[in-house]
T-cell receptor
């Protein structure tokens, strides 16, 4: 299983761009990188997924360098409501997601 | 959340009693999962099912049991053999081309007294 490492916590201010980096040095060729967001007492919510280079959706961007040993989730102009825990996961498509490991994640606090 | 229903939201049971947590989905997703989350921790996989009448153990299956008789339903039973059952339980369904995108229910917080 590809192990991921993320910062335990980050602070930011409203309106700033936040970048959360995840290390996954032993990522396998077939692994995809997926990010989830979780608010207290709720289930995680899918944010974005990618394999290489850059992926962008209406919520975030995901940057993946050529060696794929790390990835960066970018949240543009955060607001107080972006305060949550963010999880980085890697997983192979042929495992149907059952080998996803949700580590402790990164606790993002957005301050006014 | 969305098309995934977990009931009840809060559940209290006495030690030694079995308890069943409900998970129902109307998303027509094949894969379903059960996770456990302890305070300040990530999620740990208990069981998962890729298809009706088939399910597999996750990392912490001991003390739990599941069934998948219908595509829409994946109930989890917490048995008296589970040493520390008090936790937040999350049900999810899997979709996407490779089932890497999971949708989570609102969760059930189980407290064993």
């Amino acid at each position: 299983l590809a192990k991921t490492t993320q910062p335990i916590s980050m602070d930011s201010y409203e309106g700033q761009e936040v970048n959360i980096t995840c290390s996954h040095n032993n990522i396998a060729t077939n692994d995809y990188i997926t990010w989830y967001q979780q608010f207290p007492s709720q289930g995680p919510r899918f944010i974005i997924q990618g394999y290489k280079t850059k992926v962008t959706n209406e919520v975030a961007s995901l940057f993946i360098p050529a060696d794929r040993k790390s990835s960066t989730l970018s949240l543009p102009r955060v607001s107080l409501s972006d305060t949550a825990v963010y999880y980085c996961l890697v997983g192979a498509p042929d495992n149907y997601g059952q080998n996803f490991v949700f580590g402790p994640g990164t606790r993002l606090s957005v301050l006014p | 959340d969305g098309g995934i229903t977990q009931s009840p939201k809060y559940l209290f049971r006495k030690e030694g009693q079995n308890v069943t947590l409900s998970c129902e989905q109307n998303l027509n997703h094949d894969a379903m999962y059960w996770y456990r989350q302890d305070p300040g921790q990530g999620l740990r996989l208990i069981y998962y099912s890729q298809i009706v009448n088939d399910f597999q153990k996750g990392d912490i299956a001991e003390g739990y049991s599941v069934s998948r008789e219908k595509k829409e339903s994946f109930p989890l039973t917490v048995t008296s053999a589970q040493k520390n059952p008090t936790a937040f339980y999350l049900c999810a369904t899997g979709t996407g081309v490779f089932y890497n995108e999971q949708f989570f229910g609102p969760g059930t917080r189980l407290t064993v007294l």
